[in-house]
């Protein structure tokens, strides 16, 4: 990496602040185990370049047209049922109100980045719509209302109560950090309220059931100040109510609540469960410093990256139970690795970064958000998946609308709130994250403006230029995440307004293998560069998929951008070969002599980034390819 | 092979017969389609051997603490409660009466073996507790009688109403072929006469659910001769109640049911559902000739074999719905191979065999007889396997009891019956399809006495002495299947008293693969040893099995046999490596050049027979095993 620096001109102080205004995706700046801080989504512009036209569709067909769809299945009218007094019956599973919250949440990141009255006309007609229904009491649930209140808090294994008011506080967060309008938070902390109010020691045991809260309280502490919020996430964290409760050990398992967050040794059960409780449970640790969430948070940490994570940053082997699976266990085309799964677990990794500084987790987050979640989202922005297997037959991965829809809103509010991944603060120093054409416009932690630019064409290339703009001549350090390292360069001088950094990553393509206890991938390898793993989908190749093995490298992959396939991809093309006699053609079990008998001609294999596939037919496809 | 003839002396005609006592597992004697018919069970006497101590323990403890369990967990009690009137609950889920059944027919089969008195004794008892709680109607089904009445018939997708009625048929045949007694017979004719009068055009439509009524109705027409039994069976395969029973696509797949059965191009849904399906299937094409069931069973066996048996003979790849997977989904730790599986697969097969007279199916039922099947049942006989994994962390695997415990008295059955499976006969001729001392004593087809006494250690080794013994000389083809060749070495001569046919089959050790679509083997390899499948136990390794690969046979495997190892057994050796550092201490992911470049030590691996594993102490086993 070459490091050029070249001075320019400077300006003026920009203010300390704590307002709405200067909060991020989350507000660290008053957690005392957060050594750094995020800066907010509004402080970064994002230019041309990879994510400009994912973003720009979000904004402009995924969030519109899931509105049209929310409203299609009733999630709306299931609020509207209950101030109107009307008999229509309630629509879709009992977490729909979940799926408003996040769809909100995304217009309220959007709208941190740029007004857009339409949207913020639809968020404040659903905010209205939403507090109609909320009883005087603060509670606030459309399963569990009208008819079915008596069965309020007496189910909250499955219940999805307090997991529906984590999104809504989230959502009304967002949007008070967007436009400094608290209706829908004040609506919130009154639903919070009434939950302190009923619960704890001789009173209602609660449980979240499906973790989502326990951020969402922290989120509400750090926006407000408010210790009982804090208070009220401890208490859902600590498992106090276990015996309460009456609850089973499957359930404990499956549920990823119920128990001590902090006697937690490994991930198991359902793993959007685990990835929100982790990072629910990492925000905790940020407020408190409780030394055994740290303990705990760095196993489950570590167990999931040597035992349980795909390459793609996916998370959650098994469809029963959409479950993480013994360690290793990493089928391909079994994988459920479901989109929300991969977002929480850049959820979790950005806040480990925030209070570690060590870039291995910000490794984790690029490998997750180019790869597993990316995946999620159709190039046309209006299909999604639930699933994002390794491999595939070809059947059906991609659909505009799923009954239980977490996932779509999921990664439209991912891609809206991206910008304020990019960079944090810390005491005379900068964190650059992530690499995109970018303006970042903010200040150092001693109020000193701050404008870093990005020029650069990751991922395609591995060349960014940095152009570092202090208000005034400043002394701090520049740290710069140089992915799949686990490290940050930094660059310690007196920056003046205009400085360049010139950096150079490698993104020649890697042959990746696993560990030989993950049981699919033995002899195969996986092409990974820079941070977009690959893969081979049929219609691209020579032969049946099933067919052809992949070359030990004696020439190097040919990287060729092709700016009208696929929305503008680097395509890469390997020798490999080609049974001559399909495999589908022999039999099941064969002696070792005859197999190593069959004959193969070269073949030319052309791979494709994953999270371009199913985007043109349903056809096969494989990430990791068996080895020649 | 080499074949020496030696002539010793004759004896006397045996009488054509067509009795209950001449009646084998199934009875072909009359069948159209059927090219062979097997000999029955008390034919053939099994002398010392592999099967000898399984056989005795199977009698001696199996079956005796079986009644035991099923009495202590109620089975019998849900019948005693019907007709004594006391008020006592039903207990265990709605099948608990198959279980009994099945027991039953065990006992049948050992009786068609040797008298056993106390075994007699407790069939005609529970026989008599049976016949005591039948309503006068017919109606016999410990679950759908008393509270239950009104939801007869009304859930037949769930309820095993027809499942329980097969295995009692079952049962209630094979004790009449063991002593002539009909008394559990024609109770259960009274049920399917009744299930007659009820069902059809315009009255009630009837569904097995979970297919097994279908084989035993063909076998209650062979024993019986009164065709509406078979007509039954053809009208429960024919689907034609599929409109009016409002069946889903996701029960006709799970049940293997419901639907036209020659509308079945493939295996899907419940493994044990759809070989117990194709075997009343075969059954039904045996006796009717309908050329669309063969073209079934042909194509659903080219599926089976090509696509999805384990190489133990087990199949059903998930955990969920106990299913079929995808073509090649064969995951080894995650099998779920249930033992009843297996069984239905040699059941399967030996219809199929008798069919055609092809020998490819002998193998697969050798091949899942002598693992997929024998590994559900401990050495003490007294545990058993529900699920039986290719690959193991070393989790429990066998139990004393299961609440849904259709595997025990299912693996005890096939023990029972096993010496009907050695024989058959045809026009001129005899068929030996598998290996064991032992003497059969029967006749040629045309009622010449016959006597063949097989001299062997198989599967220990490969040589096998056959005595021939005809009561006078005369003219036919000895049949002799040579072991995993899917051929029957015809040997047609005059044969005289005391011909001797010396057989070597080879069994040295021989390296396996799997088709490279099978995604957990690519480049690994399984070891078997004539019809044994190999693995390895930890506790037999010199480290972490995680940590060992098979070096590629420069010497061959070292062959020992250790007479007071798990029964006795031949344990194999052989020249590998193991990891200087474990892999568990190397990351997830790692590039190809460094995960070549980790160095290995020389270490001899020790291979067990798969049948048993987990016989010792709970610790880790493979199937398959990686090749250096």
């Known amino acids: 990496m070459k490091v050029a620096l070249l001075v320019l001109l400077s300006s003026s102080l920009a203010p300390a602040a704590d307002t709405w205004i200067d909060q991020g995706i989350i507000y660290l700046d008053h957690s005392p185990q957060a050594v750094m801080h995020p800066v907010p989504v509004r402080a970064v512009t994002l230019g041309d370049g990879f994510w400009a036209e994912r973003r720009k569709i979000n904004v402009e067909r995924s969030i519109p047209t899931m509105l049209d769809l929310l409203e299609e299945h009733g999630a709306v009218d299931n609020f509207r049922r209950l101030s109107t007094k009307k008999s229509a019956i309630r629509k879709g599973p009992l977490y729909t109100d979940s799926d408003i919250y996040k769809w909100m949440e995304s217009v309220a990141f959007v709208l941190q980045s740029a007004d857009n009255p339409k949207l913020r006309a639809d968020f404040d007609r659903l905010t209205a719509e939403i507090l109609a229904a909320q009883e005087p009491s603060g509670y606030l649930n459309t399963y569990y209302q009208d008819d079915r209140k008596a069965l309020r808090f007496t189910e909250m294994y499955k219940s999805h109560e307090l997991y529906c008011l984590g999104h809504l506080l989230q959502a009304a967060i967002a949007y008070y950090r967007a436009t400094g309008d608290r209706k829908l938070l004040e609506g919130g902390i009154k639903y919070v309220d009434y939950l302190i109010s009923i619960s704890g020691p001789g009173k209602t045991p609660l449980l979240t059931g499906h973790p989502e809260l326990e951020m969402a309280l922290v989120e509400l502490y750090r926006t407000t100040g408010e210790r009982r919020f804090l208070d009220l996430a401890g208490y859902l964290l600590s498992g106090v109510e276990r015996e309460r409760l009456k609850l089973t050990s499957a359930q404990l398992v499956y549920m990823f609540s119920g128990k001590p967050f902090t006697s937690r040794t490994e991930f198991e059960g359902h793993a959007v469960r685990a990835m929100y409780a982790s990072s629910g449970a990492t925000d905790y640790y940020a407020e408190t410093g409780d030394p055994l969430y740290r303990k705990t948070l760095d196993t489950l940490w570590t167990d999931l990256i040597n035992r349980k994570m795909y390459i793609t940053g996916g998370v959650g082997s098994r469809s029963q139970g959409e479950a993480f699976g013994e360690p290793y266990e990493l089928p391909n085309s079994q994988a459920y690795t479901e989109s929300c799964a991969a977002i929480g677990n850049m959820m979790w990794n950005f806040r480990m970064l925030a209070i570690s500084g060590?870039?291995?987790?910000?490794?984790?987050?690029?490998?997750?958000?180019?790869?597993?979640?990316?995946?999620?989202?159709?190039?046309?922005?209006?299909?999604?998946?639930?699933?994002?297997?390794?491999?595939?037959?070809?059947?059906?991965?991609?659909?505009?609308?799923?009954?239980?829809?977490?996932?779509?809103?999921?990664?439209?509010?991912?891609?809206?709130?991206?910008?304020?991944?990019?960079?944090?603060?810390?005491?005379?120093?900068?964190?650059?994250?992530?690499?995109?054409?970018?303006?970042?416009?903010?200040?150092?932690?001693?109020?000193?403006?701050?404008?870093?630019?990005?020029?650069?064409?990751?991922?395609?290339?591995?060349?960014?230029?940095?152009?570092?703009?202090?208000?005034?001549?400043?002394?701090?350090?520049?740290?710069?995440?140089?992915?799949?390292?686990?490290?940050?360069?930094?660059?310690?001088r007196r920056w003046k307004a205009g400085d360049t950094v010139d950096l150079h990553f490698d993104v020649t393509p890697k042959l990746i293998t696993s560990n030989p206890q993950v049981a699919e991938n033995n002899g195969k390898v996986a092409v990974q560069r820079g941070p977009l793993v690959y893969c081979m989908e049929q219609i691209d190749e020579p032969g049946a998929i099933s067919d052809l093995v992949l070359a030990k490298p004696a020439a190097p992959f040919a990287s060729d951008f092709q700016a009208d396939l696929l929305g503008g991809i680097t395509v890469l093309k390997h020798d490999g070969a080609a049974y001559v006699r399909s495999i589908s053609e022999e039999p099941l079990y064969e002696s070792l002599d005859k197999a190593e008998a069959r004959k193969t001609k070269p073949a030319e294999l052309t791979l494709i980034p994953y999270y371009t596939w199913a985007n043109r037919e349903r056809t096969p496809m494989e990430v990791w390819i068996p080895l020649k």
Chains 1, 2 share one sequence.
Request: proline share 5%; charged share 20%; net charge neutral.
């Open 358 to 492: 060590d870039a291995k987790y910000a490794d984790v987050m690029e490998r997750a958000l180019y790869n597993g979640i990316n995946s999620g989202m159709s190039l046309n922005g209006t299909l999604y998946c639930y699933r994002n297997p390794l491999s595939s037959n070809g059947e059906k991965i991609r659909n505009e609308w799923y009954d239980t829809t977490c996932c779509p809103p999921n990664l439209e509010r991912i891609l809206a709130s991206l910008p304020g991944y990019f960079y944090a603060t810390a005491k005379d120093a900068v964190y650059v994250h992530f690499f995109h054409n970018s303006e970042l416009d903010w200040h150092l932690e001693n109020g000193t403006g701050l404008k870093i630019s990005q020029k650069t064409n990751y991922p395609w290339t591995g060349n960014v230029t940095l152009t570092v703009t202090p208000a005034r001549e400043s002394e701090f350090t520049l740290y710069v995440r140089v992915p799949n390292t686990g490290e940050y360069k930094a660059i310690k």
